[in-house]
């Protein structure tokens, strides 16, 4: 598909930019490639997948609240594609459930309400199921004897994420992507033809009919770039990596409410045969803040720790991940007002964008092209 005909021009000439290299970056790169068009990925690191990508918990979800906002639905979608690419780009994904558990009356009562609300979503197509005390051990041998109610929802799954990150890269480069690393877009000119100029700090010069912002952390800078107003809010999740504790299935508390610092997270088993706790919710100074405290580790401790019958140890691995958090707390995909529909904006794609990339690429690829 030709969709410059006879322009000539000095500049590198593409189909598609794409800012960013990431994982919904690259999952766009490949699926825009499949269409036959030519794509080039701008990254200002070294390599791909640097930041939110590979700094998280590694878990395809089904779970994402509140249930009616993109997100939600995006997370759906996303954790059925990845079953299909998984298979077809060559990553590792390795099904499991979830335990959401409680304990003593209150929480009880409250895991009843998580159950409910969770079967009003059944057709969606993932299990639920109340489980007794008994059964509850038979399914999680290590879950601590104070637990005494737990829902099991069935389709989650773990990946190894810098795995995903570079079989994507290598796939989209086997057909025919180019890859612009340690470039940062830093100017943007559209002429009356609407075909749009990229300028980088490091003096690269690129062309390109469509651009996608895919920047994460920095996509309100970028977006700004063209003449759209963001505010992306970053916000930090330390992750503690155990080898002394082995789980069968993710493991997470129905109360989500409490310590900030300890919003949501889980005990997850991890595909080397590690264990993570984590992550934690808190404030970060900047948007390179990768630093964490005791605190945020005794935060995780006294959060998980009750959960599990055996000692955790010491942590052998801490991982901090940083969410491009914006006010509207949901996931924003949308066309450049100042530009129009040659740009799309992918602004505040947090947790859980691991889950969702695939799906946020099938929307991005049908806005540029529709059903072509």
Same mark, same amino acid.
């Given at each position: 598909?030709?969709?410059?005909?006879?322009?000539?021009?000095?500049?590198?000439?593409?189909?598609?930019?794409?800012?960013?290299?990431? *994982? =919904? /970056?690259?999952?766009?790169?490949? &699926? $825009?490639?499949?269409? !036959?068009?030519?794509?080039?990925? @701008? %990254? +200002?690191? #070294?390599?791909?997948?640097?930041?939110?990508?590979?700094?998280?918990?590694?878990?395809?979800?089904?779970?994402?609240?509140?249930?009616?906002?993109?997100?939600?639905?995006?997370?759906?979608?996303?954790?059925?594609?990845?079953?299909?690419?998984?298979?077809?780009?060559?990553?590792?994904?390795?099904?499991?459930?979830?335990?959401?558990?409680?304990?003593?009356?209150?929480?009880? *009562? =409250? /895991?009843?309400?998580?159950?409910? &609300? $969770?079967?009003?979503? !059944?057709?969606?197509?993932?299990? @639920? %199921? +109340?489980? #007794?005390?008994?059964?509850?051990?038979?399914?999680?041998?290590?879950?601590?004897?104070?637990?005494?109610?737990?829902?099991?929802?069935?389709?989650?799954?773990?990946?190894?994420?810098?795995?995903?990150?570079?079989?994507?890269?290598?796939?989209?480069?086997?057909?025919?992507?180019?890859?612009?690393?340690?470039?940062?877009?830093?100017?943007?000119?559209?002429?009356?033809?609407?075909? =749009?100029?990229?300028?980088?700090?490091?003096?690269?010069?690129?062309?390109?009919?469509?651009?996608?912002?895919?920047?994460?952390?920095?996509?309100?800078?970028?977006?700004?770039?063209?003449?759209?107003?963001?505010?992306?809010?970053?916000?930090?999740?330390?992750?503690?990596?155990?080898?002394?504790?082995?789980?069968?299935?993710?493991?997470?508390?129905?109360?989500?409410?409490?310590?900030?610092?300890?919003?949501?997270?889980?005990?997850?088993?991890?595909?080397?045969?590690?264990?993570?706790?984590?992550?934690?919710?808190?404030?970060?100074?900047?948007?390179?803040?990768?630093?964490?405290?005791?605190?945020?580790?005794?935060?995780?401790?006294?959060?998980?720790?009750?959960?599990?019958?055996?000692?955790?140890?010491?942590?052998?691995?801490?991982?901090?991940?940083?969410?491009?958090?914006?006010?509207?707390?949901?996931?924003?995909?949308?066309?450049?007002?100042?530009?129009?529909?040659?740009?799309?904006?992918?602004?505040?794609?947090?947790?859980?964008?691991?889950?969702?990339?695939?799906?946020?690429?099938?929307?991005?690829?049908?806005?540029?092209?529709?059903?072509?």
């Amino acid at each position: 598909m030709d969709l410059w005909g006879d322009v000539v021009e000095l500049a590198e000439k593409y189909d598609v930019a794409i800012i960013g290299a990431g *994982v =919904i /970056g690259l999952f766009t790169a490949y &699926l $825009l490639l499949e269409k !036959r068009l030519s794509v080039v990925v @701008v %990254e +200002k690191n #070294s390599r791909p997948g640097q930041e939110a990508s590979t700094r998280n918990a590694n878990v395809i979800h089904v779970v994402q609240t509140p249930f009616n906002s993109l997100k939600s639905r995006l997370c759906i979608e996303g954790n059925i594609l990845h079953k299909r690419y998984s298979e077809i780009i060559g990553y590792r994904l390795e099904p499991l459930d979830t335990l959401l558990v409680t304990r003593g009356m209150k929480g009880a *009562v =409250i /895991g009843r309400i998580a159950y409910w &609300l $969770l079967k009003r979503y !059944r057709n969606w197509g993932f299990k @639920v %199921e +109340k489980l #007794s005390r008994q059964k509850i051990r038979e399914v999680e041998p290590l879950i601590s004897r104070d637990v005494d109610y737990a829902v099991l929802v069935g389709g989650y799954g773990i990946v190894d994420s810098r795995e995903l990150v570079d079989k994507l890269e290598k796939t989209a480069r086997s057909l025919g992507a180019s890859f612009m690393y340690n470039n940062e877009v830093d100017r943007v000119e559209v002429d009356r033809s609407s075909r =749009i100029r990229l300028g980088t700090k490091q003096g690269g010069e690129i062309l390109a009919k469509y651009v996608v912002n895919s920047a994460g952390l920095y996509a309100d800078r970028v977006a700004g770039l063209f003449g759209d107003k963001y505010s992306i809010k970053p916000v930090k999740g330390v992750m503690a990596l155990y080898r002394d504790i082995r789980v069968e299935n993710i493991i997470a508390s129905a109360i989500v409410a409490g310590r900030k610092k300890t919003k949501g997270g889980g005990i997850i088993p991890q595909l080397d045969g590690r264990v993570l706790l984590g992550p934690t919710y808190e404030e970060a100074s900047s948007r390179s803040d990768y630093y964490y405290t005791r605190e945020s580790l005794r935060a995780l401790e006294e959060k998980f720790r009750p959960l599990l019958r055996d000692d955790m140890g010491e942590p052998v691995e801490v991982v901090v991940g940083l969410r491009a958090t914006t006010s509207w707390r949901d996931y924003i995909i949308e066309y450049s007002r100042a530009v129009g529909p040659r740009v799309v904006h992918l602004v505040g794609i947090e947790s859980p964008g691991l889950t969702a990339a695939p799906a946020i690429a099938e929307k991005v690829v049908y806005m540029l092209l529709g059903d072509t």
